[in-house]
T-cell receptor, first 112, second 113 residues
Framework: TQLLEQSPQFLSIQEGENLTVYCNSSSVFSSLQWYRQEPGEGPVLLVTVVTGGEVKKLKRLTFQFGDARKDSSLHITAAQPGDTGLYLCAGPSPRNFNKFYFGSGTKLNVKP | DSGVTQTPKHLITATGQRVTLRCSPRSGDLSVYWYQQSLDQGLQFLIQYYNGEERAKGNILERFSAQQFPDLHSELNLSSLELGDSALYFC????????????FGQGTRLTVV
């Protein structure tokens, strides 16, 4: 089983729609990161959330860390085709801080 | 540009062969991580080095090994290659031993034929 479960696995929407993707765990994380990966490229860090209940905004992207630090969400407002990609959450393993684990990702396709 | 450099970008080799993938971390970063990403799958953590020493091990096969050199660049050695080893191999680096965020290279696409 994955330490970090992401949902949905796939999402295909029209340009202009809003969407939310989720990252859940049964374990408490000291921090969580969100990355975006385009085909054939390495993941690019979008944000790090550290404090339970924290909300961070990056233009049309809103990231939230759950109060119990077991889950996180990414909300995109008015999605654009340029938002297409694989969205990954990641964080240091609660059992071994040296191990940095990734969720399986949400593959987003925004159609023009 | 993340500042992490991986070479080569592409590699095609035959089963049973051995290859070496190279990674130069961002300037000042002491930690290097190696990940494997198979088609349509997530990133599987392989191994981490910090300042020349192995720090953490993930799902790394015994046929695979890695090292980090005094100048902090790292190499991932894959031997007795099998078709199933075909994947994207990413290197990432961070400043500290305990990862809070990582910066990724563009990856090496390995194809085993």
């Amino acid at each position: 089983t994955q330490l970090l479960e992401q949902s949905p696995q796939f999402l295909s929407i029209q340009e202009g729609e809003n969407l939310t993707v989720y990252c859940n765990s049964s374990s408490v994380f000291s921090s969580l990161q969100w990355y975006r990966q385009e085909p054939g490229e390495g993941p690019v860090l979008l944000v790090t959330v550290v404090t339970g209940g924290e909300v961070k905004k990056l233009k049309r992207l809103t990231f939230q860390f759950g109060d119990a630090r077991k889950d996180s969400s990414l909300h995109i407002t008015a999605a654009q085709p340029g938002d297409t990609g694989l969205y990954l959450c990641a964080g240091p393993s609660p059992r071994n801080f040296n191990k940095f684990y990734f969720g399986s990702g949400t593959k987003l396709n925004v159609k023009p | 540009d993340s500042g992490v450099t991986q070479t080569p970008k592409h590699l095609i080799t035959a089963t049973g062969q051995r290859v070496t993938l190279r990674c130069s971390p961002r300037s000042g970063d002491l930690s290097v991580y190696w990940y494997q990403q198979s088609l349509d799958q997530g990133l599987q953590f392989l191994i981490q080095y910090y300042n020349g020493e192995e720090r953490a091990k993930g799902n790394i096969l015994e046929r695979f090994s890695a090292q980090q050199f005094p100048d902090l660049h790292s190499e991932l050695n894959l031997s007795s290659l099998e078709l199933g080893d075909s994947a994207l191999y990413f290197c990432a680096s961070s400043t500290s031993a305990v990862p809070t965020e990582a910066f990724f290279g563009q990856g090496t696409r390995l194809t085993v034929v």
